[in-house]
Every structure is written in C-alpha cells, then in structure tokens.
T-cell receptor, first 110, second 115 residues
Framework: EDQVTQSPEALRLQEGESSSLNCSYTVSGLRGLFWYRQDPGKGPEFLFTLYSAGEEKEKERLKATLTKKESFLHITAPKPEDSATYLC???????????FGAGTILRVKS | DSGVTQTPKHLITATGQRVTLRCSPR?????VYWYQQSLDQGLQFLIQYYNGEERAKGNILERFSAQQFPDLHSELNLSSLELGDSALYFC??????????????FGSGTQLSVL
C-alpha cells in the first residue's frame, strides 16, 4: 500500500533557526513528489515538484531535496511568515491522484 | 488567490440530508479534483474529472457523486450524510489530464458540519 509519512508532526523554531522537515514514502513507481504549504482556513499552495533522486529545488528560504526513499524540506533562517502546515504528496506512475502525508505544522516565533 | 472558487464556504446540515458543493476551476484548466481533509485521515483524493469525463477515482463513498459540466465547473453531491462526513472538502484544478509536471491549484474549501 502506498504510504507517505511526514516528521515531525509539529516543529517550533525561533526566527533564524534553520531546520529540516522529512517526508518518507513507499510507493511502487514514483512519477513525482510534491511539497505544498497550507495556511489555516486555506487550501494547499504548491511549492515544489521533484522527479528523480538527487534533484533539488529552491525558493526563497526553502530548499527541497529527493532521495529514493525520502524527501527533505530545508528551511534556512525562517521567519514568522513561514509558519504553516507543510504537506508532502506523491504521485504514482500511471496514476493521477496524489497521496498526501499528514503534514508538519511549523511555528516560527520572533 | 489560486483562481479556484468554491461555494459555499461553510455548510451545516443534519444527518441523512443531501448537500451539493460547487467548484469553478481556474480559467483554462480542464481538470477538476475533489479532496476531503479531516483531522484523522488527512487529505484524501476523492475523484478527478477531465473535460467532463471521469478520469480517476479514489476513496469516494457510494453515497458521494460528482460531475463536471460543459462550462467545466464541477459539483460534488453528498447524500445520506453521516456525522463522519464532517470535513473540509477541497476542489483543485489543473490545466491537463494530471501529468506529473502539472501543478494543482486548490480552492479555499467548503467546511461541512453534519450535526
């Protein structure tokens, strides 16, 4: 069965304190791994898509990396506005649906 | 603003009732997806429509049905509602059939409360 596990469930950081979020997955044939950000009361907002092991993508203070079994979302010098739930999702080969993890709730305090 | 419009934002109803959730995709997007988000299950894929045709099906109950109309808006119908159906229902859209390089754009959701 396809599974996506995110850790930690919640993370509290001080402003400027860098850290990483983990997404481990078991899926037969990966087409893509997605990272989304979700703010309270809103829908998920697309951040990155990664397709193959070794790939990296960056956007502002965020950097996503992918291995054969997991992905990391690195947050460098976070700010309070980075506070949100970060969701990881995988898409199987020959499938259209995304399988989402439970998310990591990030709180950045000033 | 993602460009995906969902109505209503909140819906309160009783067990056994039937409700309809509506979604208008981004201009130019042909695919519409429905997802259910609950505290214990997370974000779960329900169904996808592409240009009016059902494209993929996920964990959608038989009591639930959806359709996509010629103007590409979509409706999700939930019937014989149970307490456990209370959740946030999201609609998302994408430009094509759902290839791996397509981004999904999500609406703000409809919060359904079944009392």
């Amino acid at each position: 069965e396809d599974q996506v596990t995110q850790s930690p469930e919640a993370l509290r950081l001080q402003e400027g304190e860098s850290s990483s979020l983990n997404c481990s997955y078991t899926v037969s044939g990966l087409r893509g791994l997605f990272w989304y950000r979700q703010d309270p009361g809103k829908g998920p907002e697309f951040l990155f898509t990664l397709y193959s092991a070794g790939e990296e993508k960056e956007k502002e203070r965020l950097k996503a990396t992918l291995t054969k079994k997991e992905s990391f979302l690195h947050i460098t010098a976070p700010k309070p506005e980075d506070s949100a739930t970060y969701l990881c999702a995988v898409q199987k080969e020959y499938g259209n649906k995304l399988v989402f993890g439970a998310g990591t709730i990030l709180r950045v305090k000033s | 603003d993602s460009g995906v419009t969902q109505t209503p934002k909140h819906l309160i109803t009783a067990t056994g009732q039937r409700v309809t959730l509506r979604c208008s995709p981004r201009s130019g997007d042909l695919s519409v997806y429905w997802y259910q988000q609950s505290l214990d299950q997370g974000l779960q894929f329900l169904i996808q429509y592409y240009n009016g045709e059902e494209r993929a099906k996920g964990n959608i109950l038989e009591r639930f049905s959806a359709q996509q109309f010629p103007d590409l808006h979509s409706e999700l119908n939930l019937s014989s509602l149970e307490l456990g159906d209370s959740a946030l229902y999201f609609c998302a859209s994408s430009v094509g059939r759902g290839q791996s390089n397509e981004k999904l754009f999500f609406g703000s959701g409809t919060q359904l409360s079944v009392l």
